[in-house]
């Protein structure tokens, strides 16, 4: 089966004048873009939706576009922010894997599963990746659209401390997507400690007052320099080490963070012995406004 060609998103449009607005069309800078409303005039008060047919295939992943709204409003064009996400035939999940910090030399395991997004009966053939410490091994190969295949992910960390990035490709029978890629990041350290070493943020609305705590036990002979998020859409205070050494650090969204999902990392920047830097990934999803006015 090919890859979905058409996807429709409906955006509701919302008059928030004292008088009838009259829809003209809808406009984007994509050509791949096609709109169209279910009623050409809308009162004081009422609403519309406006249906946009949109060809994916060329795109994959959460993405968006903006759509311009052409009306009678005299302050111009309604520029309207269409999000949406096309899935691949085939996915692992989780897309991106952080298996955390570890100390030099121990090896960390952790299980993904490769998912049929369309009816494939196929299987997860191997892997392999950028690097010796890393390998995949195929527990359960077969899968269809009902019953994802296994994999695990073996990590044996390196002597170098800081933040190592490989990427595992999985080869499989699956003649459209024979083969799906992985990044596999591990921070490795000998005598930093992290808690918790994943950030989730759930789902909230933009300006709303949401913080998370992170525990950083950085060690004897090292020190904390700095802590950055990218994207910049986290506000970081530091507080004061404890008895043990152990530091606050205390995670708020900003008011502008951007709509849609939130994904990134928390970076922190320690010397001592040796300067390294680890990292701790944080999600979420910002959602916004129903109405578009």
């Not at 004061?240 to 008011?255: E, V, Y």
């Not at 963070?257 to 999803?285: C, H, M, N, S």
């Amino acid at each position: 089966m090919g890859r979905q060609k058409t996807r429709d998103v409906v955006v509701t449009v919302r008059n928030a004048g004292g008088s009838e607005l009259v829809i003209e069309g809808a406009r984007s800078a994509c050509e791949c873009f096609k709109a169209a409303f279910d009623r050409k005039r809308i009162a004081p008060g009422q609403s519309a939706a406006m249906t946009v047919n949109i060809r994916t295939l060329k795109r994959r992943g959460e993405t968006e576009d903006k759509v311009a709204a052409i009306s009678n409003d005299p302050a111009g064009p309604k520029l309207l922010t269409v999000r949406f996400e096309v899935a691949d035939e085939l996915a692992v999940v989780p897309s991106r894997l952080h298996l955390g910090v570890a100390r030099p030399g121990e090896t960390v395991r952790r299980r993904v599963k490769l998912v049929a997004n369309v009816q494939a009966d196929t299987k997860a053939l191997y892997a392999i990746s950028t690097s010796e410490a890393l390998l995949g091994r195929v527990l359960e190969p077969t899968h269809t659209k009902a019953r994802p295949a296994v994999l695990e992910v073996v990590f044996t960390a390196p002597a170098k401390p800081g933040t190592h990035r490989e990427r595992l490709t999985i080869t499989t029978g699956y003649s459209a997507r024979p083969r799906v890629s992985l990044p596999v990041v591990l921070c490795v350290s000998d005598s930093v400690t992290i808690t918790p070493g994943r950030l989730d943020f759930g789902r909230l609305t933009r300006g709303q007052a949401v913080s998370r705590t992170l525990k950083i036990e950085p060690g004897a002979t090292t020190k904390l320099k700095s802590a950055t998020a990218r994207p910049e859409v986290l506000k970081i205070d530091l507080g004061l080490s404890d008895d043990q050494g152990a530091i606050p650090a205390r995670l708020t969204l900003k008011k502008d963070a951007p709509y849609g999902p939130l994904a990134g990392e928390l970076r922190l920047q320690f010397i001592g012995l040796q300067d390294y830097t680890l990292t701790v990934p944080f999600t979420g999803y910002v959602a916004e406004e129903k109405n578009a006015e």
